[in-house]
C-alpha cells in the first residue's frame, strides 16, 4: 500500500506546494521579481542537470528526481510568465469586438514567447532523455504541456470560473481574451480524453511490480494528470480552486482584474466554430 501511497501523495503535495510558491512569489513587490528570476533559472538549469543524471536510472528514486526536476523547469515557465517577463509580442487587451480566428490569433500573439519557451525547454528535455530507461521527466513535461493547452483554450471559449483573481495587475489584460459562460464544445472532449489517459496509466502501474521503477513513476505522472483533470472541472463547477492557495496569496495588494463582462452566447460562436474548422 505503501508503494502507491507515497508517489500519490508525493505527487500531490509538490504540485499544491510548487503551485502556491509560484503564486507568492508573485504576489510579491515587483523589486523582488529578479531575485525570483535567478533563483528560479539557477534551479531550471539544475534541473536539466538533474534529468540528465537520472535518464539513465531504473529506480523508484530515479522516478521521483525526475518528475521533481520536470516540475522545476515548468515552473521557471510559470513563474516568468506570471512576472511578465516572457509572455508574448501583444501586451494590451483584445480588440473591442474581435471574434473567431481574429480574437484567437490576437490570443496567440499574447502569450506567444511564453509558449515557444515552454516548446524549447520540453525540446530539451526530449533531447536529454533520448533512448533513455528513464522518460518519466518528459512524460511529466508533456502532461503540464498538454493539460495547460486545454485549460488555456476552454478558459478561451469559455468556462464558468475564470479564476482572474490570479492574475497580476500587469497580467489584467489577457483577462479580454477570457469568456464566461458554463461550458464549450471542447471541455467534454479534453477530460473525457485525458481521464481515458489516466485510468490506462493506473492500470499499468497497478499491473506492474509493486514499488519498481515503472509502477512509481507511471503513479507519479498519472497522479499529476488527475489533478490537472480535477483542474479542468473547476473550471465549470461552482467551486473557487484558489481556496487551495489563500496561503500563497496574502501578499496580494487586492486589487484584483477586472474580469470581463459575461458573454450571452450562441451554442456555437465564431470562436468555437474554430473548433470545427476545416
Known amino acids: 500500500m505503501l508503494n502507491v501511497a507515497l508517489p500519490v501523495l508525493f505527487a500531490v503535495f509538490v504540485w499544491w506546494f510548487s503551485t502556491g510558491i509560484v503564486l507568492l512569489l508573485d504576489g510579491l513587490p515587483r523589486t523582488t521579481f529578479r531575485w525570483s528570476h535567478l533563483l528560479s ?54 480588440d473591442p469586438g474581435a471574434q473567431g480566428w481574429q480574437r484567437f490569433v490576437q490570443a496567440v500573439q499574447a502569450i506567444l514567447w511564453h509558449e515557444l519557451a515552454i516548446l524549447a525547454s520540453g525540446l530539451m528535455i526530449v533531447a536529454i532523455t533520448w533512448g533513455a530507461p528513464n522518460q518519466i521527466g518528459t512524460q511529466t513535461f508533456a502532461v503540464l504541456w498538454v493539460m495547460r493547452i486545454s485549460a488555456k483554450l476552454n478558459v478561451f471559449l469559455g468556462v464558468r470560473n475564470l479564476s482572474i483573481e490570479l492574475l497580476p495587475p500587469h497580467l489584467a489584460y ?49 497522479t ?55
Open 174 to 222: 489577457l483577462a479580454s481574451f477570457f469568456r464566461k459562460r458554463a461550458m464549450n464544445l471542447l471541455f467534454p472532449l479534453s477530460v473525457s480524453a485525458s481521464t481515458v489517459v489516466a485510468v490506462w496509466m493506473v492500470n499499468e502501474a497497478l499491473g506492474s511490480p509493486a514499488g519498481s521503477a515503472r509502477a512509481t513513476g507511471l503513479l507519479l505522472v498519472a
Open 224 to 278: 499529476l494528470l488527475v489533478l490537472a483533470i480535477l483542474e479542468h472541472w473547476l473550471l465549470v463547477l461552482p467551486l473557487q480552486a484558489t481556496a487551495l492557495w489563500q496561503w500563497a496569496m496574502r501578499n496580494r495588494d487586492g486589487a484584483a482584474p477586472v474580469a470581463p463582462e459575461p458573454l450571452s452566447i450562441a451554442p456555437m460562436d465564431a470562436d468555437e466554430k474554430l473548433l470545427h474548422a476545416r
Open 41 to 94: 533559472t539557477l534551479l531550471g538549469l539544475g534541473a536539466f542537470v538533474g534529468l540528465a543524471h537520472t535518464a539513465p536510472q531504473t529506480t523508484p528514486a530515479g522516478a521521483f528526481c525526475a518528475f521533481t526536476c520536470a516540475l522545476l523547469v515548468w515552473g521557471w515557465h510559470e513563474l516568468s510568465f506570471l512576472t511578465g517577463w516572457v509572455t508574448g509580442p501583444r501586451q494590451h487587451a483584445a
